[in-house]
């Protein structure tokens, strides 16, 4: 049974360019969080989607949207991308009815 | 406003000593609680967790943690710290539904032989 998968691994950007982050659930999971991660901190919650709707949203920007097709993969996009943009981008799945996430091992993005 | 404590920062143990990482929480109710551990340039590995009932819950690699309603706390425990635990530590609530997970600023372990 695979765990939650994202891609890519790594990615380095340059300011104004936009990026899309992948997340594939835990095998039966169907419901999708996408966090931020700055170095030295604690993950930030960006936002959650479930039945391909955005449920839930943190503080963070319009320049953060998401999207999650019918096989309950989920897309992180960022536009206008900024230093500050640079961070772990980590994906966590969880069944509706349950209350205990799984985290995907990160992308690491790097804003120059 | 929700939100996670994690008092210690760092914290500095000897291989084969006990250890006690603090957390506490501030939520209208009482949350569900996790404890995650993040090794460098991981994701977050699920340690343990409270739902309701039994106050002291048992998780992986010998980790267990004690909820403590009047004390708001949430504290991992374990009595032989091994190299391998060196890692952050994050504490983190969740009220459930489509609630957001709120996650402490993490407890960065050293172990020292």
């Known amino acids: 049974d695979a765990g939650v998968t994202q891609s890519p691994t790594h990615l380095i950007k340059t300011r104004g360019q936009q990026v899309t982050l992948r997340c594939s659930p835990k095998?039966?999971?169907?419901?999708v969080s996408w966090y931020q991660q700055a170095l030295g901190q604690g993950p930030q919650f960006i936002f959650q989607y479930y039945e391909e709707e955005e449920r839930q949203r943190g503080n963070f920007p319009d320049r953060f949207s998401g999207h999650q097709f019918p096989n309950y993969s989920s897309e992180l996009n960022v536009n206008a991308l900024l230093l500050g943009d640079s961070a772990l981008y980590l994906c966590a799945s969880r069944q509706r009815d349950t209350d205990t996430q799984y985290f995907g091992p990160g992308t690491r993005l790097t804003v120059l | 406003a929700q939100s996670v404590t994690q008092p210690d920062i760092h914290i500095t143990v000897s291989e084969g000593a006990s250890l006690e990482l603090r957390c506490n929480y501030s939520y209208g109710a009482t949350p569900y609680l996790f404890w995650y551990v993040q090794s460098p340039g991981q994701g977050l590995q699920l340690l343990l967790k409270y739902f309701s009932g039994d106050t002291l819950v048992q998780g992986i690699k010998g980790f267990e943690a004690e909820f403590k309603r009047s004390q708001s706390s949430f504290n991992l425990r374990k009595p032989s710290v091994h190299w391998s635990d060196a890692a952050e530590y994050f504490c983190a609530a969740f009220s459930g539904g489509y609630q957001k997970v709120t996650f402490g600023t993490g407890t960065k372990l050293q172990v020292i032989p």
């Open positions: 095998s039966g999971h169907d419901t």
